[in-house]
């Protein structure tokens, strides 16, 4: 078999890493890749967003299978145009994208359905939308642009005030541009978030192992948002019970709705969900592999991590008896940044450190070190992003797996490096507490 991974971040250095140790391999190409994901798989000089390029590559290369990394690629309709041309996308359409390219629309299909969110208005112009923050009680509330925001468009306001300011930004100011020409605004959720991946050809799901997320770029989870700062998996938030309510109340319910509008899914359904107490309610779904939680997932995995992706492609699922059953272990990602991240930062600093780091993990444990923003320059490796590295480490338990983690990351060094110490610390906590 002969894949193409498409993307160039830690997620896709975790699926060509996980993909290359499949027997049924015989290519695996990634576009455009980067320094690390270059030591398992062939970078092709192409970019996600060349759809034309791409599928021409892809048909002379004769590929078999496609996954897409990004969203954004996906909600330009790349999963189409690559099927139209006949070949076999692990990533859904531009019409199931819209989960992820429009929260309106996702909000629309929750309410829909009867999956369980966060109450919601939609508003396509200001001053309604601005009338009806005032119609709210005093307190948080949240406003999100409609569209693609690179991550960015949601605000957790904690006053009316806040919202309003939000809003302004989003629709008067235009901050986001066309991704903000339509607003949701919803009801705050307290509770704590976890992160639950589905794979699906539209009809069967495998759920994949959970994982919880680390948003925000300081320690105790403070200031500004990023891309994430690390993961760990399993998240304990997500109980036996709640995992099975995941599927019987959000996956199964959503597959269905899709399926009656004739929507044909095939790839990842990403809930981010919140757990209150035995509740669990949608924050939001992407229609794509979490990152940095893939980095944390995938290291679990037992099996072959290419025949579920290919029935899914396939639509095959059903009756194949496959499984995305995890192992015991536990894995932790530390995400290392440039400084300044998520504010500017800059590129092209060296990076030390990272030879024979595999020899920091003990017996029985694992580590790799996913490479998110990097490049090669006069044959060092550099940095080339905000977030550059994902330090993964997975052990029997999470406490041995996150030493690890931390251990390699302390030999890794470039001018201004920061990562967060207190990765899985909710996890933690919680075993303190028992
Ligand atoms: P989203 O892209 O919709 O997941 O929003 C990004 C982040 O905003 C989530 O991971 C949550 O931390 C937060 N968030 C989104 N919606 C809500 C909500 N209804 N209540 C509380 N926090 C939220
Ligand atoms: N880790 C959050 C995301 O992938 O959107």
């Not at 027997?23 to 967003?49: F, R, S």
């Not at 791409?54 to 299978?65: F, G, N, P, Q, R």
Request: proline residues 6%; glycine residues 12%; negative net charge.
């Amino acid at each position: 078999m002969r894949v193409l991974i498409v993307g160039g971040g830690g997620r896709e250095h975790a699926l060509a890493w996980k993909l290359a140790q499949s027997p049924l391999l015989t290519g695996i190409y990634c576009a455009p890749g980067n320094a690390g994901i270059a030591t398992v798989a062939e970078c092709v000089p192409l970019q996600a967003e060349d759809a034309a390029d791409l599928k021409e590559w892809a048909l002379a290369h004769k590929i078999d299978l496609t996954v897409v990394g990004p969203e954004a690629p996906l909600a330009a309709g790349l999963a189409d145009h690559f099927r139209a041309a006949g070949l076999k996308v692990f990533g859904p359409g531009s019409a199931g994208a819209r989960l992820e390219g429009s929260k309106a629309w996702a909000k629309e299909q929750m309410s829909r359905w009867g999956i369980p969110t966060a109450g919601f208005a939609v508003f396509d112009r200001y001053e309604p939308a601005r009338r009806h923050i005032d119609t709210l009680p005093e307190g948080p509330v949240v406003v999100k642009a409609d569209g693609l925001a690179a991550g960015k468009g949601v605000t957790v306001a904690r006053t009316r005030g806040e919202a309003e300011e939000a809003l302004r930004k989003i629709m008067v100011e235009g901050v986001f541009g066309a991704a903000g020409g339509r607003v949701v605004i919803e009801d705050c959720l307290t509770g704590e978030e976890v992160s639950v991946l589905a794979v699906t050809d539209g009809k069967e799901l495998l759920v994949l192992p959970s994982a919880q997320d680390h948003k925000a770029i300081g320690e105790g989870d403070t200031g500004p948002n990023t891309g994430g700062m690390g993961a760990y998996s399993p998240a304990p938030a997500l109980t036996a019970r709640l995992s099975h309510a995941a599927v019987e109340t959000v996956f199964r319910p959503l597959l269905a709705g899709l399926n009656a509008q004739g929507v044909d899914y095939r790839g990842v359904i990403y809930a981010g969900l919140m757990v209150s107490g035995n509740r669990i309610s949608v924050l939001e779904f992407n229609v794509r592999f979490g990152d940095p939680e893939t980095q944390a997932i995938l290291p679990r995995l037992e099996a072959d991590l290419l025949p579920p992706l290919l029935a899914a492609a396939e639509g095959r699922l059903a009756g194949s008896g496959l499984e995305l059953r995890a192992s015991a272990a536990a894995a932790a990602c530390v995400v290392i940044a440039s400084p300044g991240y998520p504010g500017p930062y800059p590129t092209g600093q060296a990076i030390s450190g990272l030879d024979r780091i595999e020899e920091f993990a003990g017996a029985d444990e694992g580590l790799a070190v996913f490479h998110a923003g990097t490049a090669v320059q006069n044959g060092a490796i550099v940095t080339a992003g905000g977030r550059v590295l994902g330090v993964t480490a997975w052990a029997k338990e999470l406490p041995a797996a996150l030493a690890t983690a931390y251990r390699a990351a302390d030999q890794i060094s470039f001018p201004g490096c920061y990562f967060r110490r207190d990765i899985a610390h909710r996890a933690l906590g919680r075993k303190e507490e028992s």
